[in-house]
């Protein structure tokens, strides 16, 4: 009687993880739409405001269109949308806890002992959770360059990697090669190519272009 106590009251704490998990997401959800969300309109602005200091030219501009914006949220340029990793993040980290709390159980782990693998296991769902943040909005800054340099009538790209001991080999095979705007891939050609890249993309520029100066007038 005591050994099936204590597995029912394991099955309840794992009924409570899986509600706190999916509250978890919901919460994760709608802060990291918000982030991406907001990146996306301030890349998308600062490249405007760079091009027109750079070339001198102040010339009218789009605005970012937001179906643009919803269209890249919900696009897989990894294999799955931001929305779906979230929640793989979150259902591992619950199912690591459960696996946690029953090998307490099997073992006799005292409750510090347990308390102290699940805060250890808490911290690598974090660090997740930020490396899924800082690459999807690298994402979405890639993409409203490309918005950016489209509408400025800007036909090439170069890539750029940040050289230091942290640059990653492949970010160093791509530096300096020349896309065309509209023509790259984010995940391919386009950073970010991997979790924490922080390459970005330039505008080749040649001189004022014809949609600067129609704009212009």
């Known amino acids: 009687p005591a050994y099936k106590y204590r ?9 409570q993880i899986d509600m706190l998990m999916r509250n978890v997401y919901d919460v ?3 802060y990291d739409t918000n982030s991406y969300i907001n990146t996306a309109y301030k890349a998308h602005y600062r490249d405007v405001y760079n091009l027109q200091q750079y070339t001198n030219v102040a010339y009218e501009f789009d605005k970012l269109d937001p179906s643009l914006v919803d269209k890249m949220l ?35 782990k005292t409750e510090r002992e347990m308390q102290d693998s699940i805060a250890e296991r808490f911290s690598v769902g974090a660090y997740k959770a930020r490396r899924l943040i800082e690459t999807e909005s690298a994402a979405m800054t890639s993409f409203a360059d ?4 489209e509408d400025a009538g800007i036909t090439n790209e170069i890539f ?5 001991f942290k640059t990653s080999k492949i970010c160093q095979r791509h530096d300096g090669i020349v896309v065309e705007v509209g023509k790259g891939e984010i995940g391919k050609n386009i950073p970010p190519l991997h979790p924490y890249c922080r390459s970005f993309m330039v505008p080749y520029i040649e001189g004022i272009t014809d949609n600067m100066k129609r704009r212009q007038r």
């Open 74 to 108: 919900k696009s897989k340029w990894s294999g799955e949308n931001y929305s779906k990793r979230i929640w793989g993040n979150t259902s591992e980290l619950a199912d690591t806890l459960k696996e946690e709390m029953m090998m307490g159980l099997l073992t006799g």
């Open 7 to 15: 597995i029912k009251k394991l099955q309840d704490q794992q009924q």
């Open 160 to 164: 750029r990697a940040v050289h230091d």
């Open 146 to 149: 490309q918005q950016a340099f």
């Open 28 to 30: 994760e959800k709608e």
